[in-house]
């Protein structure tokens, strides 16, 4: 429920590929470039393993027409405000207001507790068509644990579970140990054995425990590559190692068995998080779980602010949603877009509109596939009259920053006779890079066109 940590980036096997095969208005500006006017206690025994009498549940197989990029799962917290740690309740109708805002968006949802009013979880799930992984948390209160434990049976004996998820990172935070963790899902196994059972961990704590992964149904493993430091444009490719490698681990102890992602996300706020770098992740992630059909659940659906005590600032922002039900910058986009036809995903350019010669008026695009933060815009203008091409919107300010949601606007007619300007060329830039400033060049240098990632150049007309 909480960021957490992954410790660990390993290699790919030819073992692992064989499973796989299976299953971004500017500022103001000051100065502008102007062509010329005229040119607790421990449960103490051990535990065995118990089979399970039914077979991991598949997906609804059709998105909504309005989203095409369906989620296979959206971990939900549905404490936007109030801090559940102090026996906060969420009420039936708050619940069914939260998952009907993302039924649309997803094919599950996932909750962390089955009690405090999640109890009611699993049939506003259903009644919206949608599947249903819910938690039972456990940590060292053997009493609460209890409470999880008989909500969790109860629920499923109803009907209102479809996945099992017994404990989060409670390996990870130390609370229980290897067996302790078993006998917990040895009891549920026993009470609702039609149910399929999971529970969530790093990867770096489950392979420790062969005996844990062989008695999961289905293995749940959190991977968080914002926790180990990585920058988001190279996050997706490491997760797809770290993914592999786990498979095949995995599928050496129990042959063919499943890995479940049961969480990775992004902040859109805080040290190394933006909304920006948010939806850049969220698209390169998807883009990959749907090339490899991989399942996942997002950390997560809502930001929580209470979170915030406890993680700092980025703990309250790793919703796709904002804190007052609103998809975040960029995010949308991703939901529209047919993943499956950018499996590559390359940094992209495109300009959207341009005023036409003789009128003023910026130009604008859309940057697709980078970071936001970590590329900027160079834009240039073609002049006859003012001896060749002109770097916009200054020579102080020789590019143009993307906003979080991959769109730029450039002014272009800032003086001079810049309104008779017969092309435009704009380029795709590592923010680090330093444009060169075009006054009047018959050409633009080689260098540019090698450093960009992605450019375009139209005509005027």
Sequence with gaps: MTGKR???????STILILNACRSADE???????????????????????????????????????????????????????DDPNYGTVVSEADLSELIERIAPYTYW??????????????????????????GAWLGTDLAANEKEMESLIRMAKNGEVDLAVIGNETLLRGDLTDQELLIYINRFKQAVPEVPVTSADSWEELQRYPELIAALDVVGVNMYPYWAGLAVDESASTLEDWYLEALSTVNQISPGKKIIITETGWPSCG??????????????FTTFATALDVEYFWFEAYDEQWKSAYEGEAGACWGLWDEYGNLKDGIARVFAEDVEQYITREP???????????????????ASNVDPSAYHVVVYIYVPDASGWWVKPTF???????????????????????AQA??????????????????????????????SVSSVEIIRD
């Design 109 to 134: 949802i996932r909750t962390y507790s089955v009690q405090n009013g999640l109890e009611n979880a699993g049939a506003i799930a259903h009644a919206y068509r949608l599947q249903i992984a819910a």
């Design 27 to 81: 500022a103001t500006i000051a100065e502008t470039t102007v062509t010329p006017e005229a040119t607790s206690t421990r449960i103490p025994s051990t535990a065995t393993i118990l089979p399970t009498s039914t077979t991991t549940p598949t997906i609804a197989p059709t998105a909504t027409p309005q989203v095409v990029n369906r989620l296979h799962g959206l971990n939900l917290g549905p404490y936007l405000y």
């Design 271 to 284: 040290n190394n998080g933006s909304s920006g770098q948010e939806s850049f992740y969220f698209g390169s």
């Design 422 to 451: 017969t092309k435009i060329a704009v380029f795709l830039i590592p923010a680090e890079y330093e444009p060169p400033l075009a006054s009047g060049w018959s050409s633009l240098p080689q260098d540019l066109y090698d450093i």
């Design 348 to 366: 992209q350019l495109e300009i959207v509109s341009h005023p036409a010669i003789g009128s003023s008026g910026p130009v604008t695009g859309i």
């Design 396 to 418: 102080d300010y020789p590019y143009t920053v993307i906003d979080d949601d991959g769109s730029w606007s450039c002014p272009i007619v800032t003086g001079g006779i810049d």
């Design 6 to 12: 992954v410790f660990f980036v390993i290699v790919l």
